[in-house]
Nanobody
Framework: QVQLVESGGGLVQAGGSLRLSCAAS????????MGWFRQAPGKERDFVAA????????YYADSVKGRFTISRDNAKSTVYLQMNSLKPEDTAVYYC?????????????????WGQGTRVTISS
């Protein structure tokens, strides 16, 4: 059973940066498409970013493009989300997810494994 554990969340001021990490265990990490999603209070869980098996292709929500960077280290079974120029509207619980599918998807239902989430709060 694949387990995903996020870390790196916290409270930062607008304009600041955070780096989220997601460590995977119990599976073949390098075979999974990995994604980050977020859920703000009272809202649905939304796609943030995804990365292919090799890390060669990345995908972003328009709201974070140019500010966030997803990356992965298959040797460490870890995926990262570098978040720069943070805004109050980035405040949310951020979830790491893994998909066994062959194609990257922005849909929640396409992801097979989920972490418990890490909270990110951006103050204005």
């Amino acid at each position: 059973q694949v387990q995903l554990v996020e870390s790196g969340g916290g409270l930062v001021q607008a304009g600041g940066s955070l780096r989220l990490s997601c460590a995977a265990s119990g599976g073949t990490f390098s075979r999974y498409i990995m994604g980050w999603f977020r859920q703000a209070p009272g809202k649905e869980r939304d796609f943030v970013a995804a990365i292919t098996w090799s890390g060669g292709n990345t995908y972003y929500a328009d709201s974070v493009k140019g500010r966030f960077t997803i990356s992965r280290d298959n040797a460490k079974s870890t995926v990262y989300l570098q978040m720069n120029s943070l805004k109050p509207e980035d405040t949310a619980v951020y979830y790491c997810a893994g998909a066994k599918s062959l194609q990257v998807s922005r849909g929640l239902n396409e992801y097979d494994y989920w972490g418990q989430g890490t909270r990110v709060t951006i103050s204005s």
